[in-house]
């Protein structure tokens, strides 16, 4: 018997089922490792252009004038993204927040903004004001909002959205993930001719892109095809599970020197802004993505693999092209659903013994179960899962700061959904 199998109560036939999934997908691992191996030297040259000395990582107290790590943090950000400039900020606490930041800065009253890949995720519906009337949303300030739905299939309607472009946008909007989307994550290079159509047909217009859960997924970043603005998260990707905090705004110089001033304040911008703990977790949380993104990649892969063996659908297939690190895999009942959410729980380092429940998150318009056991709260590049519980069922499992963990965490789950009787090896 295998030695995790004694120590976790996985099932023999469990393990030589997953490790057979495994051994199928050498091909996709290798394009995996790859893509790992190239932004791993972007992000490299990125430090080694810019300097970085023990110096960066001193906090600063105050109004955080003359903060070198703070500075210096900006501009790696910015090399490894490919952007002109970025904004890292730990007092940002989530990437909505980041988004609503960029948005708040680059438009005014009576501006548009036009969404080309449908209604945005869950928790910005009320802060753009597609739902509710909540004080200080964009709604509120004056901003006209549309939007432009997906083809069935889940790509950007070209046609449809040439004729929704008027001219007069001053933001012009692509999420790449999916959220609570059935579609697979829109590639960079799928985007790019409709980044250049935007900017031909609205000459002034910003291209903003929601880039959470993709950095580093795919060989170049939204803003090496033209974008204006990517907006991210710290507990993402780009931190690697070792930044505790925060978020970043990336891109253009002109659009930063608009998104600056709503950071902090009109006239002071990126020069105020302390941080009174160290740097280093920052930098390090860059320097480690590319590979703990290409383990969770690889996790991914193999979530898609072993359930699609079981005769579960699953967005994307086990050998899609990915931009992100999301899997959707979908379930036949709400009890099925709920099974595997806990399951993932199980498998953390931390409150494993927790039993999580459906429940009315903020931001969220139906109950929402949530599986995260991680070193830092809400983290979703440490293994994780959450699911609406609407029909159809449909959970979304991404992270694992390592392939070992997640490939536990695989077998955890179709253990427990074997035991339930929901699926049969």
């Not at 993930?177 to 980044?195: C, D, H, I, K, Q």
């Not at 001033?261 to 930098?283: I, K, W």
């Not at 005769?311 to 595997?340: E, H, K, W, Y």
């Not at 159809?392 to 991404?398: D, G, I, K, L, N």
Request: net charge negative; proline share 5%.
């Amino acid at each position: 018997m295998n030695p995790e199998l004694k120590l976790l109560g996985i099932s023999q036939k469990t393990y030589d089922f997953v490790k057979s999934c495994e051994n199928s997908l050498g091909n996709i691992y290798e394009g995996i490792e790859a893509n790992e191996a190239y932004t791993q030297a972007r992000v490299l040259k990125a430090f080694q252009d810019n300097c970085i000395a023990l110096r960066h990582f001193a906090p600063t107290s105050g109004y955080g004038y003359d903060d070198i790590g703070r500075e210096a943090l900006g501009a790696v950000f910015a090399c490894a993204l490919e952007a002109e400039d970025a904004l890292v900020r730990p007092q940002i606490s989530s990437g909505t927040q980041a988004i609503f930041t960029a948005l708040s800065g680059l438009l005014e009253p009576g501006d548009v903004m036009l969404s080309l890949t449908g209604k945005p995720y869950d928790t910005l519906e009320k802060a753009i004001g597609i739902s509710g009337d909540e004080y200080c949303s964009l709604k509120r300030m004056g901003v006209i909002y549309r939007q432009v739905d997906l083809t069935a299939d889940g790509h950007i309607d070209i046609d449809a959205a040439k004729a929704a472009i008027t001219g007069s946008e001053k933001v012009i909007y692509f999420q790449r993930s999916r959220g609570y989307s059935w579609r697979n994550a829109l590639t960079p290079e799928e985007m790019a001719p409709v980044f250049d159509m935007a900017k031909k047909l609205a000459p002034n217009a910003f291209v903003v892109v929601d880039n959470c859960y993709g950095e580093f997924t795919r060989p170049h970043e939204p803003a090496y095809y033209s974008a204006d603005v990517m907006i991210g998260s710290l507990i993402k990707n780009i931190g690697s599970g070792i930044a505790p905090t925060g978020g970043y705004i990336a891109g253009s110089k002109k659009a930063l020197e608009r998104i600056e001033m709503r950071l902090t304040v009109p006239g002071m911008g990126r020069e105020v802004g302390s941080y009174y703990g160290s740097y280093a977790p920052f930098f390090q949380g860059i320097f480690l993505s590319p590979h703990v993104t290409a383990q969770a990649l690889k996790n991914a892969v193999l979530f898609a693999k072993v359930f699609e063996s079981v005769g579960m659908i699953s967005m994307p297939r086990s050998d899609a092209v990915r931009s992100d690190i999301v899997q959707s895999l979908r379930f036949n009942t709400a009890d099925a659903l709920i099974s595997f959410c806990r399951s993932i729980q199980k498998a953390a380092p931390v409150d494993s013994f927790v039993q999580p429940e459906p429940w009315d998150m903020p931001g969220y318009t139906s109950q929402v179960i949530m599986a995260a056991g991680a070193f830092v709260q809400g983290s979703s590049i440490e293994l994780s899962a959450d699911a609406p519980i609407v029909e159809p069922y449909t959970a979304y499992v991404q992270g694992g700061l390592t392939y070992a963990h997640g490939r536990i965490g695989v077998m955890l789950a179709l253990d427990d959904l074997i035991k339930n009787g929901e699926v049969s090896i």
